[in-house]
């Protein structure tokens, strides 16, 4: 008894120095800013240090039983053979089983530590506007299955991006972050101290799949993105684009693409709580997908005139060039009739998905969450696409959530401001896993419950494109474009020092400007802004200086066909 004590003793020495080891090297990995480090070595101590002495202890058990056995042997007068190596001698042969049980606990630890909470599935449609949906009052039948979960959960009708474009507002939501918190607005890629939900998932015990058609949301650099979208998966699949390289000789990877591999992984599920992240491209432009949808909503639209055979599409001919196609109102009809389309190809694959997880029996304990990165501008404020403004029809998006047994069925809330940055925070609260103290996002289960009397009264979103940053309350808008003269065919001015303050209850579709009538009022909801950001980039906007781009950065951009 007191050599196994003895055992355990050196096992839960050595797992605390493990742990230890291992927290500091994650803290250091993972370097936030200094106010937050307290809370981060806290997280990497009670994750890291418990899971290294549990290994400690029962490589220490494995130790005393290898050392049991070999005294044993040695006492009963048995030889070990003479060729038998060294490290079979009692003490060598005791402490090669501690290092190894205990390195191979560390390793699958987080697959043998069964999470408590749900398999989560989040589904990101590109470029969704929430007025094109049905759960959200929309005359056309685009969207049956996305209403479907809206009808068997929670849909939050008052929800903002924090960018509205791609890149930025997929980052702040997976780290709960705003992207002037990481400075992804001069670097343009997430740095790999930044912790992820999949992250936090996997170190959980989550398995953590993620399956992209963006050319945008990848894994490694490429033509058109600099990647970093795989930061915590244990797979990310993003075959997502072919062609010769040349910017737009390419395509998408479709949302039946997506689906079919994600079907494939939950049909051949074997157990295990999961984290399955889609992200499908449609209905971003190109506005193209297979008929019958393609030509559903619009199909005596006649493009004749300037799409033959060979001929570039109606999208090249008329989206990308922008304002300067002489775009009329017929053509925006025809642009949101095909919108529509995509919207309803979507749906019909994502019914798939959901057929998936009934089929595989995991309806009942699965979180799905439902929403999209930014929304889409049909020239309500003189643009089209997207990445540029901050108006509610390019920064407001669709958020659902269903959970059966555990989220309210049927429920819609619309009364409270909702950011994209809370939906990290709202699933580990769901799944029972502390929020790390540096997220920026609050837990939305306290709005479903009816507890929100101290929910925050604003929403903040950020435009890379324009170097622009806006809040939003219950009644005002106030949006400033700090300073950029980056031209770009899909605007019809330049944003360079505009301030815009819009009264959104007399003026919901912001159209009258008053922001030389209530200067007082701006300037406050201006400092509100400014105490959210860092430092550097407070002072950086309080100089009203414009953000320089480097060449590398404008080719990506320009790839996009963001710039010109």
Same mark, same amino acid.
């Given at each position: 008894m007191r050599k196994l004590v003895l055992f355990l003793s050196c096992g839960v020495l050595v797992g605390l120095a493990g742990g230890l080891a291992s927290a500091l090297r994650y803290t250091l990995a993972h370097r936030y800013i200094e106010q937050e480090m307290n809370g981060l070595i806290l997280l990497a101590l009670r994750d890291h240090t418990s899971r290294w002495v549990m290994g400690g202890v029962l490589a220490a058990v494995l130790a005393f039983g290898t050392a049991l056995v070999l005294g044993r042997l040695r006492a009963s007068g048995r030889r070990l053979p003479e060729r038998t190596p060294r490290w079979l001698s009692v003490p060598a042969a005791v402490a090669v089983t501690l290092i190894v049980a205990l390195d191979l606990f560390v390793l699958i630890a987080p697959r043998i530590s069964a999470p408590s909470g749900p398999n989560i599935v989040v589904i990101y449609l590109d470029a969704l506007r929430p007025d094109h949906l049905g759960a959200y009052g929309y005359d056309r039948d685009t969207s049956p299955n996305i209403d479907s979960i809206a009808g068997s959960g929670v849909l939050f009708g008052n929800v903002y991006a924090q960018s509205p474009a791609t890149y930025p507002s997929v980052h702040s939501t997976l780290t709960s972050k705003y992207a002037s918190s990481f400075l992804y607005i001069r670097k343009c890629v997430l740095e790999r101290q930044h912790l992820t939900l999949a992250e936090i998932l996997k170190n959980h015990g989550y398995r953590t799949v993620g399956i992209s058609s963006s050319p945008i949301v990848v894994r490694q650099e490429n033509h058109f993105a600099l990647g970093g979208f795989e930061q915590g998966f244990d797979r990310f699949d993003d075959d997502v684009y072919s062609g010769d390289g #040349?910017?737009?000789?390419?395509?998408?990877?479709?949302? #039946?693409?997506?689906?079919?591999?994600?079907?494939?992984?939950? /049909?051949?599920?074997?157990? *295990?709580?999961?984290?399955?992240?889609?992200?499908? %491209?449609?209905?971003? =432009?190109?506005?193209? =997908?297979?008929?019958?949808?393609?030509?559903?909503?619009?199909?005596d639209y006649d493009d004749k005139t300037f799409v033959a055979a060979g001929d570039p599409t109606f999208y090249e001919v008329k989206l990308l060039k922008g304002i300067d196609a002489g775009l009329?109102?017929?053509?925006?009809?025809?642009?949101?009739?095909?919108?529509? *389309? #995509?919207?309803?190809? @979507?749906?019909?694959?994502?019914?798939?998905?959901l057929e998936g997880l009934r089929r595989s029996d995991l309806v009942d304990d699965t979180l799905i969450v439902f929403l999209s990165d930014h929304g889409e501008e049909f020239l309500e404020h003189g643009g089209v696409k997207h990445g540029y403004t901050l108006y509610d029809e390019v920064i407001r998006v669709p958020l659902i959530m269903s959970y059966p047994g555990v989220l309210p069925e049927g429920v819609t809330i619309d009364d409270r401001l909702v950011q994209?940055?809370?939906?990290?925070?709202?699933?580990? !609260?769901?799944?029972?896993?502390?929020?790390?103290?540096? %997220?920026?996002?609050? &837990?939305?289960?306290?709005?479903?419950? *009816?507890?929100?009397?101290?929910?925050?009264?604003?929403?903040? &979103?950020? @435009?890379?494109?324009?170097?622009?940053? &806006?809040?939003?309350?219950? &009644?005002?808008?106030?949006?400033?474009?700090?300073?950029?003269?980056?031209?770009?065919?899909?605007?019809?001015?330049?944003?360079?020092?505009?301030?815009?303050?819009? !009264?959104?209850? @007399? /003026?919901?579709?912001?159209?009258?400007?008053?922001?030389? @009538?209530?200067r007082e009022l701006a300037e406050r909801l201006h400092a509100r802004i400014l105490a959210m950001i860092p430092e550097e980039e407070r002072d950086r906007v309080q100089r009203h200086e414009k953000i320089e781009f480097d060449e590398e950065t404008i080719r990506e951009l320009k790839s996009l066909g963001y710039l010109q």
């Open positions: #040349e910017p737009w000789n390419w395509q998408f990877r479709s949302a #039946e693409g997506v689906v079919d591999k994600a079907v494939d992984w939950l /049909d051949n599920w074997r157990g *295990g709580k999961f984290f399955l992240f889609l992200y499908i %491209m449609d209905p971003h =432009c190109d506005y193209r =997908c297979p008929e019958p949808f393609n030509s559903r909503f619009d199909p009329e109102p017929r053509d925006i009809e025809h642009f949101e009739a095909l919108y529509d *389309g #995509e919207i309803a190809y @979507a749906d019909d694959q994502i019914g798939r998905v994209l940055l809370d939906v990290t925070p709202t699933i580990l !609260d769901v799944a029972g896993i502390p929020r790390p103290p540096f %997220m920026q996002g609050a &837990s939305l289960l306290p709005l479903i419950d *009816g507890d929100d009397a101290e929910w925050r009264d604003h929403a903040i &979103s950020e @435009a890379l494109f324009v170097d622009g940053k &806006s809040i939003i309350t219950k &009644s005002w808008k106030y949006i400033h474009y700090y300073g950029t003269e980056l031209e770009s065919p899909h605007l019809t001015r330049k944003y360079r020092n505009v301030r815009e303050l819009f !009264d959104l209850q @007399a /003026d919901p579709g912001e159209t009258i400007n008053l922001y030389e @009538a209530n």
